[in-house]
């Protein structure tokens, strides 16, 4: 919408103010407003670009960075298809590799979902890829007890690790390391047994000495 005239140029050009139907503020030469060839002040074009360039909204766009979703995919496939990263070794050097599927942003998307906060990529099997079946969204501390070199205690017929025996028993993980794997108790003998607090220990040594 043209407010007011502006000036006129040295060379003899006219020149307008303008208001955007954004609210942006411009002048305007009145040859192409007399022509129609100006229809805004650049925010039609830069809307057609984005839109030419639109997939999924996720990536990087001229008014936001990259969604936390899209930065864990780009993630996942340098660990597996980059060479130079810092933990390839520990993933696509080792034959952890990303399934066809998933080299599309879209269909991991489908797959996952939205990456919920404070959770990460997490493999439910180390051994095996990335794909929707062995993928899950974790906690930090579910991912610590998922690693490769995670302890693991045969108990009731199942695998259990040593954060999941504390909190079925309630005895601390230290506890259960030492009982087992440094006084070298049966796992039946080292959950079963109470623990001792403070007070009983001391008297326990005290019998000792006297004996």
């Known amino acids: 919408m043209v407010e007011s005239f502006y000036k006129k140029s040295q060379t003899g050009h006219k020149y307008w ?6 609210g942006v503020k411009k002048q305007i030469r009145e040859y192409p407003l007399l022509r129609s060839q100006t229809k805004s002040c650049g925010c039609i074009s830069r809307a057609l670009c984005y839109a030419r360039n639109f997939r999924h909204g996720h990536a990087r766009t001229y008014n936001h960075g990259p969604s936390a979703t899209y930065q864990c995919w780009l ?6 298809l980059n ?11 080792r ?17 996952m979902g939205e990456k919920p906060n404070g ?22 501390n579910e991912q610590g007890e998922n690693r490769r070199n995670t302890r693991r205690i045969f108990h009731n017929g199942a695998l259990m690790t040593l ?18 794997y440094q006084r070298k108790m049966s796992v039946v003998e080292a959950l079963s047994r109470p623990v001792m607090d403070m007070r009983q220990k001391q008297r326990a040594c005290k019998v000792k000495r006297r004996n």
Request: hydrophobic share 30%; glycine share 6%; with cysteine.
């Open 75 to 80: 993630s996942m496939r340098s660990r597996c």
């Open 119 to 140: 959770l990460s990529l997490d493999r439910i099997n180390n051994d095996l890829g990335y794909f929707k079946e062995n993928c899950r969204w974790a906690t930090a």
């Open 95 to 111: 034959g952890i590799n990303v399934c066809d599927r998933w080299m599309k942003f879209e269909n991991f998307f489908d797959d």
């Open 83 to 93: 060479p130079t990263h810092k933990a390839y070794s520990y993933y696509g050097g």
């Open 163 to 180: 954060r999941e025996l504390s909190d079925l028993t309630g005895i601390c993980r230290e506890t259960i390391v030492s009982r087992i």
């Open 17 to 22: 103010n303008c208001v955007c139907k954004c």
